[in-house]
């Protein structure tokens, strides 16, 4: 099948990047489907890191890249990571889709009001404005990329919404003076940078599906961030799971063929809501995971909650996403502990035991995990399934079996050829 997705199997951070910059090798396009610059995809191509957050990562490959309609994009980030990709020689290919929505300062100046004003129960948001985006987006207010080749539409656009965002910053308590006239000049000068890039993604990805190309799908954050099936409201603002591929892409869901999950060997989580599995980043297993791991994050540079991996978590993401391929990444953080823990259901106060997440946020925040021990590794091997220990392959084995998804790729260390290609 020519279309393969790569989605995040727990709350983001399980190393997409990596997965598929591999797998765009064989990629003719790279599409972002949602999610904006809240994104941080880390990639390691021949010892030289890559951080991007709006970019599809193949595009490292010269491949094309696709920021499909159901993202969101702050065109200042945008021409920044364009220039910024460019005097490191590599000149993106890129395609933007004209349906794509604009993320403005006002949408920034929201973010951080409303979760000042949330105070302890804030989402813990990277504060690049993606919610406030979206919202526009569903109250049909929203500026559209394609708005930038129209300058009088823009005009009146970006002039209503400063009136109305200036008033709401204004009932919140924020200090914050919108300009739409400096927003306006700030638009036309980045305008002549991304006009050639600015097109119906759409048309070209049906028509480059109906032509056999080979498409693939890089999911931003993971399904526990999905704003319908995730732990909201501690959740991103876009589909991140199922849905999100098609309709942010313009692709029908019969023409998606693999979906290939990336589950962490671990779980993290940035931000707030309940992690049943999480850890102490101070000491034990949970330390190990932070420090070995570099659990920060890639845009914010916040400290990663960790913990065990939790099954209950992926197969949630399995069931959503129709998932039937895996990708285990970082297994080499977990070298030298002596027990391995993974969670295969939750212990409820009534003495109910689940193996789904409930629908009900205070419900799981009191879910305490059942856990499955395994002995753990010192090394893995050369980079082959056949020389990997005994005992990291029964926890993969082990994962196998209880997600019914094939195991693709095992991530041995940070670098692409650090990588086990199960066969
Ligand atoms: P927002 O997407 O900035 O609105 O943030 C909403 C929630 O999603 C917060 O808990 C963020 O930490 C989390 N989040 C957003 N993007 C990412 C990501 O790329 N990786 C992990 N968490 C993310």
């Known amino acids: ?19 598929v910059d591999i797998l765009a090798e064989r990629a003719d396009l790279v599409v972002r489907f949602q999610g904006g610059n809240n994104a941080g995809h880390t990639l390691v191509v021949d010892g030289q890191v890559y951080k991007l957050h709006l970019i599809p990562s193949g595009v490292v490959q010269g491949k094309v890249g696709v920021i499909g309609n159901g993202c969101v994009v702050d065109p200042f980030v945008l021409v920044k990571e364009i220039s910024d990709l460019k ?9 933007i889709s004209d349906r794509a929505h604009l993320i403005l300062p006002y949408h920034q100046a929201i973010d951080k009001a409303e979760e000042e004003a949330k105070g302890a129960a804030k989402v813990g948001t990277t504060g690049r404005g993606i919610g406030p985006c979206y919202a526009d987006k569903a109250s049909r207010i929203g500026v559209h990329a394609g708005d930038l080749l129209h300058p009088k539409r ?10 109305l965002k200036q008033a ?25 940078t991304l006009q050639p890039f600015l097109t119906d993604t759409v048309q070209l990805l049906q028509a480059a599906a109906e032509a056999g190309e080979s498409i693939l799908l890089e999911g931003a954050q993971g399904a526990m961030l999905d704003l319908d099936h995730g ?7 876009s589909a991140t799971a199922s849905g999100g591929m098609c309709s942010g892409s313009g692709l029908a869901p019969r023409q998606i063929g693999d979906v290939i999950g990336v589950v962490k060997a671990y779980t993290t989580r940035v931000g707030s809501g309940p ?16 420090r070995v791991g570099a659990e920060v994050g890639t845009t914010t540079g916040r400290k990663r909650r960790c913990g065990w991996l939790d099954l209950v978590v992926v197969n949630h993401a399995v069931n959503l996403c129709g998932i039937n391929q895996l990708a285990i990444t970082k297994m080499d953080v977990l070298n ?27 419900e799981f925040a009191k879910a305490k995990p059942v856990y499955q021990s395994f002995a753990g590794w010192k090394d893995l091997g050369d980079g082959t399934w056949e020389s990997m220990p005994t005992e990291a392959r ?26 086990v290609v199960v066969r």
Not at 87 to 95: D, F, K, N, V, Y
Not at 275 to 290: A, C, I, Q
Not at 394 to 419: N, S
Request: with cysteine.
């Open 87 to 95: 005097a490191r020689g590599i000149t993106p290919q890129l395609r």
């Open 154 to 163: 823009l005009d009146e656009k970006v002039k209503q919404n400063v009136a």
């Open 168 to 192: 709401l910053l204004t009932a919140l308590g924020s200090k914050e003076r919108l300009d739409a006239a400096a927003t306006l000049k700030a638009l036309q000068a980045v305008t002549p």
């Open 394 to 419: 029964k926890f993969l084995q082990f994962i196998r079996e209880k997600t019914g998804a094939t195991i693709k790729f095992v991530g041995t260390g940070p670098g692409r050829e650090q990588t």
């Open 336 to 362: 030298g502990l002596h027990e391995v823990l993974v969670c295969t259901a939750y212990q409820m106060p009534d003495g109910r035991k689940l193996t789904h997440i409930p629908s009900d946020l205070d």
């Open 275 to 290: 992690f049943p599995t999480e850890l102490s980043l101070e000491k034990g297993p949970g330390e190990v995971m932070s």
């Open 231 to 237: 732990t909201y409201p501690y959740v991103t603002s």
């Open 1 to 19: 099948m020519a279309v393969t997705a790569v989605i995040g199997a727990q709350w983001g951070d399980e190393g997409k990047g990596k997965v």
